[in-house]
């Protein structure tokens, strides 16, 4: 499956972003997706998965309350909505396609995006 993320960009601290994970080539439906960042000189970052269907999803800790992950298997589409901006928050955005949210909680996936910039001024 090939992934493509998208929606990333410059937005000032307390604002808002929403990026997609937009699927071809496979039964999108047939994968677990997941987000993950990666800031400048620091290691990748879980952010938050979702199940195949979207009943199961997790958001990382730090995160919760202004993260969430939700699917569109229609549209084979995955949304990152993004509040609360902060400076920290800058990174690239990647989104990941595996077999279980519990395998890409983990960082273990089959398939990767080329990443979104998202660039969060103060």
């Known amino acids: 499956v090939q992934l493509q993320a998208s929606g990333g960009g410059l937005v000032q601290a307390g604002g808002s972003l929403r990026l997609s994970c937009a699927a071809s080539g496979r039964t999108f439906s047939d994968y677990a997706v997941g987000w993950f960042r990666q800031a400048l000189g620091k290691e990748r970052e879980v952010i938050a998965g979702?199940?195949?269907?979207?009943?199961?999803?997790y958001t990382a800790e730090s995160m919760k309350g202004r993260f969430a992950i939700s699917r569109d298997n229609a549209k084979n589409t995955v949304y990152l909505q993004m509040n609360s901006l902060k400076p920290e928050d800058t990174a690239v955005y990647y989104c990941a396609a595996g077999s279980s949210t519990l395998t890409l909680y983990r960082g273990q996936a089959d398939y990767w995006g080329q990443g979104t910039q998202v660039t969060v001024s103060s």
């Open positions: 979702i199940s195949r269907g979207g009943g199961v999803t």
